[in-house]
């Protein structure tokens, strides 16, 4: 009793922070501040909003030095190869070099480069065998050289079940498939090495796989936390690493972690790559992130990655040209219907319900414009993405949802329910209910689950007899490519297909499209194979988020990617040196 | 008084294993599977949920859980976190956050509360008296979150007396303003009874016999009126230092305090039985402890009140 009152009390203060923000805050001007944060004495405030999120992150530093600070939520960990959320990446990205990062091509896609760390990447045999050359002479800011024998290490570590890793399912079929992967992947399992994984010589290595990848897929599965070297100290006392971990990128932490309060970075001298800007990089932790939206106003804190919504309509005004709304982030809302039960067995009565939600409006007036509607899985920061590959389905249409519904014979009992959450106002999920209400003249009503988990359980408990509702979900993809956006949720019995789907054309193309040597190809396969999804239409997408950040009047030359990940690096802190 | 404090403190032994019992199963009984919330909108990785749940034994029946979890304490280990941080770690970090954010609010509660009250009562019926009366009334009235939120936006983001949110400046600096927030409606009780029980002792015969006979109006106050009158108000103010840690999740949360009362609310939502068992168990010990001072503190008040 007392921990549910508590949670309810909680989800109230959320809802009311939102309430007593907008009632008092359309002034929210604060350039006559002093910073009262430790990063900053004076901020040198007006001159700097000027250069805006649009200035590019390969312009040439102006200064270096100074100190600046970075709104964080807790990281679950800081181990690389356990390292699964935004706030954790954002960190260790500063701290680790690796072998590909990704960067936005002048297209506006992204793609994965190889890091100053990366001799040659190559594959002899059509995608199978992989020769992976490091170049020689790096080390860890303990002094400990960076060998192929690091990575191997390392890549044995994250993949070993009884090291819970939660990154391991890299080198497992959902990605790069190493030869080996299910034996050391296993519960209780006592090889502890891939066979996949060979030593050929300090500054060589070769990776074997299962099945044959693209050379491009390849280097996006190779990119990101999950593959960072680490050195070997971190094997012998992983708690202690956990705290302090000690890598080979820009910045480098040389004191632990305090958790719950900040993490420290201070500039890696020894670092071979380009140095960032400032000196001091701290992430400060927030638990609550309209916390977070009161220091920036302050500008106590120098960039939010992520604005709260709460503080969404306020802040192009408060913020003017420091807040940032880039249309493209790697993730999307979409909606499911499930193929059981009496209520959406028929396709377009699925149809009907799509193109009577508006989402444009809700885009607008509910998100503030910090979402798109989206047109296919995949945003246009995505290669392939940004098509229209939904079609009419996706567009709202009153008319012909109504003719829809009524050739298809409308829905038992004529009402249907859409999944929603406990606690949560819920704004958007009403309005889309008010619409197919309004406009089909079906009852909608919100059928409210105390989390996602207990909404997928019910959802897979549906039977051929009941009348199912409506599902809804977020995806956010880990590497830049159109079959992480659909893949791992629609494929054939892959862990994270919550609704059951399965098409056996579909699976066939994407695995054809992995394997496909040349990019054109594999995007084709992977576009075909979304083209399926949007035939059966179980599912659909329809938000693109976009990337909602603000920063403070210290710093400028601030961009956060489509990821979520900001340009740490780069920021100028303007009253530095 | 020895043996009624020995026999208080025997009894706190089967409150402690009821409370994690109960608590235990209440926490068991939410619905949602933890594991599987921990990876919801990302890429599942089955061998690690099966590593966590063999580490939190989540697929054993309650009763082994709830016995795995006895045995742990009686041998010290008072269980993990999901991402592996000792839950007797995050006991050593934020509890004394707390404790400062609760004491500081408690030493506000007492000053201004019992202060403004006595010279409320004192001047009843002036200005003085009227405009306590009219500022408690407000606070009691206004929701917490709303006083907390419009602090913030005052002193923090406009005025920028004391950074809106965290601890890095330390106490005072940092601890001020929560701990304002989170006193005022106990500090509004407080200086409310403490004005009423006053007046009542003002009336009573024995502050009339001392007055007549000839005593100074200071000493009259101070040993008889006073000293009379603060038994209804310590009763109010030492079950209320508990329920101020208690109630720190809110004003934890909107000034970023990285106390007990933000972890309370984190651990609920991510299913994490032990550590709130763990916070829960001593926020109900520190209370029983709170009583029993209380009471002991009648005896001081009132000699009259013995223990046997």
Not at chain 1, 268 to 275: C, E, L, S
Request: proline share 6%; with cysteine; aromatic share 10%.
């Amino acid at each position: 009793m007392f921990s549910r009152r508590r949670v309810a009390a909680a989800a109230a203060v959320t809802a009311a922070a939102a309430l007593a923000l907008t009632a008092c805050g359309s002034s929210t001007s604060s350039s006559s501040s002093t910073s009262a944060a430790a990063t900053s004495a004076a901020s040198s405030a007006a001159s700097s909003a000027a250069s805006g999120a649009a200035s590019s992150a390969a312009s040439t530093p102006a200064k270096a030095g100074g100190s600046l600070s970075i709104a964080s939520e807790e990281p679950q960990n800081l181990v690389p190869s356990n390292c699964y959320d935004l706030y954790c990446a954002n960190v260790l990205r500063q701290m680790y070099t690796g072998l590909f990062k990704f960067e936005t091509q002048a297209d506006g896609t992204m793609a994965p480069v190889p890091t100053p760390l990366v001799d040659s990447i190559t594959t002899t045999d059509g995608g199978t065998t992989w020769s992976i050359k490091i170049k020689d002479g790096w080390t860890f800011t303990n002094g400990e050289p960076i060998t192929a024998q690091t990575f191997v290490d390392t890549w044995n570590y994250a993949a070993y079940a009884d090291n819970g890793q939660q990154l391991g399912f890299v080198f497992g079929p959902a990605q790069l498939n190493v030869v080996g992967y299910d034996k050391v992947s296993a519960k209780g399992a006592t090889t502890k090495t891939l066979d996949g994984l060979k030593v050929v010589s300090p500054t060589e290595f070769t990776m074997t796989l299962v099945a044959p990848l693209g050379q491009s897929l390849f280097e996006n599965y190779v990119a990101g936390p999950q593959i960072y070297e680490m050195p070997s100290v971190a094997f012998k006392d992983i708690e202690a690493f956990n705290k302090q971990p000690i890598g080979d990128g820009p910045y480098k932490m040389d004191v632990p972690w305090t958790p719950n309060q900040k993490i420290d970075l201070v500039k890696n001298p020894d670092f071979k790559g380009t140095a960032g800007n400032a000196d001091n990089v701290e992430f400060r932790v927030y638990n609550d992130t309209n916390a977070e939206w009161a220091d920036l106003q302050a500008n106590n804190v120098d960039v939010v990655p992520v604005l709260p919504t709460a503080a969404i309509p306020q802040a192009p005004q408060a913020l003017g040209d420091r807040f940032i709304n880039t249309p493209g982030a790697l993730s999307y809302s979409y909606y499911f219907f499930p193929q059981q039960g009496t209520t959406f067995a028929n396709k377009d009565v699925r149809r009907a319900i799509a193109m009577a939600i508006d989402t444009e409006a809700i885009d607008k007036k509910i998100y503030f414009d910090t979402r798109t509607r989206a047109t296919s899985f995949a945003p246009s920061t995505i290669p392939g993405g940004g098509t229209d590959a939904c079609g009419e389905n996706c567009m709202y249409n009153p008319t012909k949802a109504k003719e829809l519904l009524t050739a298809a014979g409308g829905v038992p009992g004529n009402k249907v329910q859409i999944a929603g959450l406990q606690g949560s106002p819920n704004t958007a999920l009403k309005a889309t209910c008010d619409m197919i209400q309004a406009n089909l003249g079906v009852e909608c009503t919100l059928k409210l689950f105390p989390d996602f988990g207990a909404e997928l359980d019910a959802f897979q408990k549906i039977g051929a007899q009941d009348a199912g509702f409506i599902g809804g979900l977020g995806w956010g993809a880990d590497n830049p490519t159109l079959a992480n956006m659909i893949a791992p949720i629609f494929g054939t019995g892959s862990p994270s297909n919550y609704i059951g789907y399965s098409n056996p054309t579909f699976d066939k193309l994407i695995a054809e499209g992995n394997a496909a040597q040349d990019s054109a190809t594999q995007i084709a396969k992977w576009q075909e194979a979304q083209k399926v999804l949007f035939d059966d239409f179980v599912a659909y997408p329809t938000d693109w988020r976009n990337t909602v950040a603000g920063y403070s009047t210290n710093v400028s030359n601030v961009v956060v990617d489509p990821q979520g990940y900001v340009n740490i690096p780069e920021i100028v802190v303007n009253n530095a040196g | 008084m020895g043996r009624y404090t020995v026999r208080r403190l025997l009894q706190m032994i089967p409150v402690f294993f009821g409370t994690t019992f109960l608590l235990y199963a209440l926490m068991f009984a939410l619905p949602g599977d933890p594991v599987r919330n921990l990876t919801i909108g990302k890429q599942t990785n089955p061998a690690y949920l099966e590593y966590i749940r063999d580490q939190f034994h989540l697929n054993q029946p309650f009763i082994v859980q709830y016995l795995l979890y006895m045995k742990g304490i009686l041998t010290g280990d008072f269980g993990h976190t999901f991402n592996g941080t000792p839950v007797t770690e995050i006991f050593a970090q934020r509890w004394p956050v707390t404790l400062t954010l609760a004491l500081t609010a408690f030493a506000i509660e007492l000053v201004f509360g019992i202060g403004i009250g006595i010279w409320a009562a004192v001047r009843k019926g002036k200005i003085v008296d009227n405009l306590s009366l009219v500022g408690t009334l407000l606070v009691i009235a206004v929701p917490i979150f709303v006083i907390g939120y419009v602090m913030q936006w005052v002193f923090g983001v406009k005025l920028q007396w004391v950074a809106p949110a965290g601890i890095q400046d330390g106490w005072p600096k940092s601890y001020i303003l929560p701990a304002i927030v989170l006193a005022s409606v106990s500090l509004a009780y407080a200086l409310r009874l403490t004005r009423q029980s006053l007046l009542e002792t003002f009336g009573s015969d024995y502050v009339r016999t001392a007055r007549a006979k000839g005593l100074p109006s200071s000493t009259v106050m101070r040993r008889y009126s006073l000293r009379n009158s603060l038994i209804p108000v310590v009763t109010f103010l030492g079950a209320d230092l508990a329920s101020l840690m208690a109630g720190a999740v809110i004003t934890e949360g909107i000034f970023n305090i990285p106390g007990i009362g933000q972890q309370l609310y984190q651990s609920i939502h991510l299913h994490e039985s032990v550590v709130v068992v763990g916070i829960v168990t001593v926020l109900v010990i520190v209370y029983l402890v709170m009583n029993l001072l209380v009471d002991l503190l009648y005896g001081v008040l009132d000699p009259r009140i013995r223990y046997e």
